[in-house]
């Protein structure tokens, strides 16, 4: 964290870095980009969807090099919303950066709250997929969207909001941001997989509504059913109901599964569990034990679910 002293310095210091400024709608907020990079402004465009240039930022976010600063360095102003990010190599991190300087802004000034996971739509159900980095959380997302009845919100990151005893999930990004190991997982994605620009990482920026459909996207849900994954070899039980109390500290225990958020205090705290337990409390919650092979997993995923016995 650094103050706005800090955060001024720093723009003097990178101001001739940066070549590229991209203004981006982020969930009605609009996100600056600063960058010199210019693979990191074209993945980006990809992945957001484009901003008036007549309208006034709500954050920034400098991407850049600096040799003298440690690789992965994020330095961050939560008063004026702009973040540092210095010696990135790996794209997906900055993408839920700018995801999460977005939702810092939404969190504390419109009750609109960051969940770092999938959402999906089953038949007007919305299934909300959550996990840490292994438990299956991609590998899960695009197995259910092999089928005709699921539609897709986000793969990565949605925004929630409370209506009453209702929470909405919104997703925000224009295209999803996959694994090249997908493909050989679910053959289906296959093609998908194959015309994508990958990093160095084997990811890419792809356009999924060349594989499922234009009709198959969705902006929102209502949020009804939350898969919590987790792969524990030393748990023989593979699928577990969960109530809103265990679930909660579940979620508690492992910081919400986002590695991503750039305020962490007591007031967010306060704000991110009231969020949650609303919606552990609508919804219906499961633990599933990805252990087992994809296809046996992504069964249990779908007796949840409701698509197969």
Partial sequence: MIDIKQKADLERRYASCVQFEVKSEIYGCC??????????????E???????????????LYVLSDPNQPADSVLYDHSSKTAFLLNFDYYGWIKSLGLSLA????E???????CHGACLDVDG???AILGGSGAGKT?????LLRHPQVRAVSDDWFFGRIFGEVVLAYGSEKNFYIRSELSSVWKEFSGLV????????????????????????????????????KRDPGDLETLAK???????????????????????????????????SAVLRGANVYSVNTTGSPDESQALIRQVVGLEK
């Avoid at 504390?108 to 960051?114: A, C, K, P, V």
């Avoid at 590998?139 to 197995?143: N, S």
């Avoid at 990811?203 to 949020?223: E, F, H, N, Q, Y």
């Fill in 139 to 143: 590998t899960h997302t695009y197995g």
């Fill in 194 to 229: 194959n015309g994508a620009w990958l990093d160095k990482q084997g990811r890419g920026v792809i356009d999924l509504r060349s594989a499922i459909g234009k009709g198959r996207m969705l902006p929102l849900t209502t949020l009804r059913t939350v898969i919590i994954l």
């Fill in 108 to 114: 504390d000034q419109h009750t609109i709250h960051s």
């Fill in 242 to 276: 969960l109530g809103p109390k265990e679930a909660l500290h579940i979620l508690q225990d492992n910081g919400y599964y986002n590695p991503h958020l750039l305020v962490r205090d007591g007031f967010k705290d306060g704000i991110r569990r009231d969020f949650f």
């Fill in 31 to 44: 996100i600056k980009l600063l960058t010199g990079d210019e693979e990191v402004k074209d993945r980006w």
């Fill in 125 to 127: 159900r919305g299934v």
């Fill in 46 to 60: 990809q992945s957001f969807y484009n901003m008036s240039q007549s309208v006034r930022s709500h954050g920034r």
């Fill in 103 to 106: 939702g810092d802004l939404l």
